[in-house]
């Protein structure tokens, strides 16, 4: 599982932001926001990411012997086709 915490810290007025799905800003006139993962504001050189962790499954996803045979034993099967009567 992919795990994003990223938090910013705006320099005009110090007020630490930490990402979420809704939009947060500041309210200074730098106008710092952070929505997710994007930062934006007015002076960018006036914001700074103060912590920023990214971790992601070491994990790899395999198919073991027996679902790599069900795939490819679904990918060989043919298409049944009807036959209707024409009146």
């Known amino acids: 599982m992919n795990s994003k915490k990223l938090t910013i810290q705006c320099k005009v ?3 630490l932001l930490e990402d979420s799905p809704k939009p947060k800003s500041c309210g200074c006139p730098n106008q710092t926001m952070i929505y997710k993962d994007k930062i934006s504001g007015n002076d960018l050189s006036k914001i700074i990411i103060t912590q920023k962790e990214l971790t992601e ?5 395999r198919l073991t012997k027996e679902d790599y045979a069900w795939q490819q034993a679904r990918r060989d099967r043919k298409v049944k086709r009807l036959s ?4």
């Open 13 to 15: 007025c110090g007020t």
């Open 57 to 61: 499954d070491s994990k790899p996803v």
């Open 84 to 87: 209707y009567e024409v009146r």
